[in-house]
């Protein structure tokens, strides 16, 4: 006797009465999250373990509130913790290209950049103040005076004794010279100087290099004097100049004197800024040649005595949580920065600037997994930062360039951050099983559900989601009929009876297209109505091509037969997934059968239009077949099945069962009601199992027959799968009505009975099936089938035998 479902199987209403409520403005808001036990545990045990390797993959279906979770948990737990330090570069005066990574206290990397400003703005007014004053011009003046009048008295001296010796010095090209002079003091010429007599020459010579020689060491003893007085002169630079300087560097000194890079640093920008006090020194514009050729004063840089905070902590209230939105190398670990000048691309310590990694050192990061995949350079250089525990800022397309050019190589910073990368389960599992580095470095996983039990705790829950919702956006109240009608919709989603989906982010959704409705009808109240307006009104916009499928089928274009009986056809049913929407489809399954040893030829697997699950299951069929009819003796089969009017790929087997019954069918000659349609996997043994999609496929069929007028339609399904019904109103209306059945079947047998009209059939103890079973009908067409192979045979042998008698009568002759 076939069993029907009754109305309440089909459908798991909420009680109203479990609701402590009238509406939802009498509740409060909820905090925390819903029915993910296992990764909020997974997320505390690797927020809090501290060691190398457990960063954290948070992997689920999209809408489960991962990133509103983790958001969530992060700023509560980062608000507890200590704050990290500020990180600036500075100038590293003994490696220009390298500079220097400097840690201070948050909030102090601001301090200590304004401090150097304000240094260098005051020293480029004390310098030059201290080198106009009258104690440096004294000093500076006594010195130069000292050495002039050195100069003066060596010259003198000598220019006397040559002038008594009849020479004088004269100043040439190569440089100062003796000459011979006359009695009037004019230089003798050569032709004077040829007509002396060569005594007299000789004598002039000789005085001539003894006077030279006096005046070459005049020169070099003037000379070794510029060098001392510019020495002398430098140091009564230094001198005034540290004056200006030094208690300005000693004060920075003793402020910084815990940070021992930055007190090595103000040593050294003292140093530099005492050997280049030429640029602090104010210097006139000189006019130019010409008005019109002024050209644009040259500006002193100063950048090198700047500090440059990359990373600034002073607002922050505990460790930074970073969500990168884009990781792209660049916004991760940072980048130089250049300007063009006349042409020339230029950079220097100040235009680095930091990186996501950078601001979320000493906290988190929170990445997600597919963008990161998809931007070059991303994945491979995060996993190396957290490995070797540094963040390096690099021109990562120096190696690709032809011409290697010069850049700044900054020095690394260290990284002590948890990495948490949010992704779907797809990449997690790809990239744990193909990337060895993966397992050692994001050894936690936060595994998100996509749905929970339906207990009375997790349905309050919902009801307070609901509330959250209502509240934090201003929605109209939900009364307590809204919020059930809410919870039947997470069941529906969830597909089970007993379970409510987690995919918050489609209840929010519904929530606001509810409220929608109820605000456009005038309503104060969002009632169950509303919601199941907003559910309809969703799937209209997105069942168009439902629609069309439905209307070539009332058309005839496509053939669904729903009325009547035949042989060898059963109705199926498929569910066809658009990605946004999700509908069942009813479809022809055929089967031929003949005299031959074929077996079963399924036609979609002969076209390559046959996945590998559907493939099995035929082959389930073939060692049903087998194991059912023949036990005793071997049977004989050519038969072929097929999904008609396909044009796509067939997989999955869930049509297992109808296939059987179309080619049990063709083979008894039992004719099938149509007017059932067929859905259910099936093993070896005849045990129906369940199968996908259950409330769409009987929706689908449903809607075809309530547009041709309902007459006794059902639908067969695994009485497995009733737990999972959470069908419609209209269809549970139907039912209720007596114009719609659904058949819960456990064994294949079940359903063929409700097809046929007729019982199975038991193996009786000689191996038979009983009279007027279907059974008994299909063995008796497999001996049909077996006599008439054996007559074929028989033929086949006496046609040889006769053949081989005329071959030997002709030989004899």
């Known amino acids: 006797m076939a069993v029907k479902l009754k109305p309440e199987d089909l459908y798991k209403c909420c009680d109203l009465d479990a609701f402590r409520f009238n509406t939802t403005d009498d509740m409060g808001k909820f905090e925390g999250t819903i029915g993910q036990e296992r990764a909020l545990r997974s997320l505390d045990f690797g927020l809090g373990l501290i060691s190398k390797g457990f960063n954290i993959y948070v992997l689920g279906e999209s809408g489960t509130g991962k990133m509103r979770t983790i958001r969530t948990l992060l700023n509560e737990r980062a608000s507890k913790e200590k704050i990290p330090d500020d990180w600036c570069y500075i100038y590293n005066f003994k490696d220009p290209d ?21 240094l260098i703005k005051a020293l480029r007014v004390e310098i030059p103040k201290a080198f106009e004053s009258k104690e ?23 220019e006397e004794e040559a002038m008594a010796k009849g020479f004088a010095i004269r100043k040439a090209v190569t440089g100062l010279l003796i000459v011979p002079i006359k009695k009037s003091g004019e ?3 050569e032709e004077e100087f040829a007509a002396l007599d060569e005594k007299t020459r000789r004598k002039v010579e000789d005085m001539g290099k003894m006077l030279q020689e006096k005046l070459d060491d005049v020169v070099r003893a003037v000379r070794e004097a510029e060098k001392l007085v510019k020495e002398m002169l430098a140091r009564l630079e230094r001198e005034i100049a540290l004056a200006a300087v030094g208690h300005s560097i000693e004060e920075l000194k003793e402020k910084y ?7 090595a640093y103000l040593e050294a920008a003292k140093e530099d800024i005492l050997s280049h006090l030429e640029d602090f020194k104010t210097v006139e514009e000189q006019a130019p040649p010409l008005p019109f050729m002024r050209m644009p004063k040259p500006e002193t840089s100063f950048v090198r005595y700047t500090v440059n905070v990359i990373v600034n902590n002073a607002e922050c209230k505990g460790a930074p949580v970073v969500f990168e939105s884009n990781p792209t190398y ?13 042409g020339m691309a230029l950079t220097d310590f100040s235009m ?6 950078h601001r979320a050192n000493g906290g988190y990061i929170v990445i997600n997994a597919l963008d990161l995949l998809r931007n070059i350079f991303s994945y491979d250089a995060l996993k190396r930062s957290i490995k070797n525990k540094e963040i390096k800022i690099e021109d990562v397309w120096e190696q690709y360039r032809l011409l290697s050019t010069t850049a700044l190589k900054p020095q690394p910073i260290p990284l002590d951050v948890k990495v948490i990368l949010v992704g779907n389960p797809y990449i997690y599992y790809l990239l744990y099983n193909l990337d060895e580095e993966y397992k050692e470095l994001f050894k936690v996983k936060a595994d998100f559900d996509s749905r929970m039990s339906r207990t009375s705790e997790n349905i309050e829950k919902y009801a307070f989601f609901v509330a959250s919702c209502q509240k934090e956006e201003n929605l109209l109240p939900f009364d307590r009929g809204g919020v059930a009608k809410i919870v039947e919709y997470g069941s529906r989603l969830a597909e089970h009876q007993d379970k409510l989906s987690t995919k918050f982010s489609y209840i929010a959704d519904l929530i606001r297209e509810a409220h929608y409705w109820a605000k456009k009808e005038g309503s104060d109240l969002v009632k169950a109505e509303h919601v199941s307006k907003a559910i309809d009104e969703k799937i209209f916009r997105v069942n168009r091509i439902e629609e069309r499928i439905r209307e070539m089928i009332l058309e005839d274009t496509l053939i669904v037969e729903t009325a009547g009986k035949k042989v060898g056809q059963v109705n199926g049913l498929a569910v066809l997934d658009l990605g946004d929407y999700s509908f069942g489809k009813p479809s022809r399954i055929t089967a031929r059968t003949y005299t031959g040893k074929a077996g079963v030829v399924n036609i979609e697997r002969e076209t390559k239009m046959s996945g590998k699950i559907h493939e099995k299951a035929i082959m389930i069929i073939s060692s049903y077949l087998g194991s059912k009819y023949a036990t005793k003796k071997p049977i004989s089969l050519s038969a072929s099945i097929t999904f008609e009017q396909l044009y796509d790929m067939v997989e999955g087997d869930s049509a297992t069962c109808a296939e059987l019954y179309s080619l049990l069918s063709s083979i008894s000659g039992v004719p099938l009601r149509q007017d059932i349609a067929v859905t259910g996997s099936m093993d070896q043994n005849g045990d129906v199992q369940p199968i996908g999609g259950v409330n769409e496929k009987i ?25 999972h019904l959470m069908l419609r109103q209209e269809v549970v209306d139907a039912v209720k009505e007596g114009k719609f059945s659904i058949y819960p079947i456990e064994k294949m047998e079940e359903g063929l009975e409700i097809l046929t009209g007729m019982p199975s059939g038991e193996l009786l103890e000689d191996g038979t099936y009983p009279e007027g079973t279907v059974n008994y009908l299909v063995m008796k067409r497999f001996e049909e089938i077996s006599e008439a192979l054996e007559k074929k045979k028989e033929k086949e042998e006496e046609k040889e035998e006769k053949k081989k008698e005329r071959e030997n009568n002709s030989n004899n002759k």
């Open 699 to 723: 929706e689908g069929f449903f809607d075809l027959c309530r547009l041709r007028g309902l007459d006794g339609h059902g639908v067969i399904i695994p009485k497995r799968n009733v737990k």
């Open 98 to 118: 390298n500079p220097m990574a400097v840690s201070l206290e948050p909030g102090k990397g601001v301090v200590f950049q304004k401090d150097m400003d304000a």
């Open 330 to 342: 660049l916004n991760l670990f940072g980048r130089i920065e250049y300007k063009v000048q006349y």
């Open 352 to 357: 680095i600037k930091a990186g996501s990694l």
């Open 187 to 189: 230089p003798l010429t």
């Open 136 to 158: 440096y011009e004294k000093q500076r003046s006594k010195i130069v005076d000292e050495f002039q009048q050195k100069q003066k008295t060596l010259f003198t001296s000598l």
């Open 257 to 263: 004197k815990e940070y021992e890079k930055v007190v």
